[in-house]
Antibody, heavy 119, light 110 residues
Framework: QVQLQESGPGLVKPSGTLSLTCAVS?????????WSWVRQAPGKGLEWIGE???????NYNPSLKSRLTISVDKSKNQFSLKVTSVTAADTAVYYC????????????WGQGTLVTVSS | QSALTQPASVSGSPGQSITISCTGT?????????VSWYQQYPGKAPKLMIY???NRPSGVPDRFFGSKSGNTASLTISGLQAEDEADYYC??????????FGGGTKLTVL
């Protein structure tokens, strides 16, 4: 059974950097799947952030691209998200997920972690 | 504002059928058979219900049916049950190689 678990600070100061990690179990991050991040602001809908393939290929949401970095740590079977210059608008529950084998959907999700941007 | 348009809310009585629409453009919904649907309960992670327009993952009841016509995809739930009350989101792959979600639809079972 594939499981994903997000971790990272729950509070980030404005203008700082948000950093999260997603630990993957039950599957190899170097397999045939892409790995993605999705966020959900309080009371709002889902927003796709971006995704990565283990060789380093990435796709990013154009509206966030200038502030994003998604990377993979093969030795730890995990991938990470960094968002720079955060504001209150970045306050959200952040989910990591696995992209299905055909690349068109997300089949496994982490439980999500709330990140609040506040001084 | 989400790229894909969904109704904010739909409702139905137990046993009835409801349909949730998801309207995009030829650059996303209309251009690819890569529409998926997710169910989300409050405080929980989304769950994949339909992928590639009309395919159901193992374990999803056949009461959930997905379809597409032109730039609009639809999720139909038949034999509505109380446990179906949740938020539903559509998602599509795009011509730009990115993904986008709809704004979400709150389903109320009366």
């Amino acid at each position: 059974q594939v499981q994903l678990q997000e971790s990272g600070p729950g509070l980030v100061k404005p203008s700082g950097t948000l950093s999260l990690t997603c630990a993957v179990s039950g599957d190899s991050i170097t397999g045939s799947h892409w790995w993605s991040w999705v966020r959900q602001a309080p009371g709002k809908g889902l927003e796709w952030i971006g995704e990565i393939y283990h060789i380093g290929s990435t796709n990013y949401n154009p509206s966030l691209k200038s502030r994003l970095t998604i990377s993979v740590d093969k030795s730890k079977n995990q991938f990470s998200l960094k968002v720079t210059s955060v504001t209150a608008a970045d306050t959200a529950v952040y989910y990591c997920s696995r992209v299905g084998i055909t690349g068109s959907y997300q089949d496994y999700w982490g439980q999500g972690t709330l990140v609040t941007v506040s001084s | 504002q989400s790229a894909l348009t969904q109704p904010a809310s739909v409702s139905g009585s137990p046993g009835q059928s409801i349909t949730i629409s998801c309207t995009g453009t030829g650059n996303d919904v209309g251009g690819y058979n890569y529409v998926s649907w997710y169910q989300q309960y409050p405080g929980k992670a989304p769950k994949l219900m339909i992928y590639e327009v009309s395919n159901r993952p193992s374990g999803v009841p056949d009461r959930f049916f997905g379809s597409k016509s032109g730039n609009t995809a639809s999720l139909t739930i038949s034999g509505l049950q109380a446990e179906d009350e949740a938020d539903y989101y559509c998602s599509s792959y795009t011509k730009s190689g990115t993904r986008e979600f709809g704004g979400g639809t709150k389903l109320t079972v009366l």
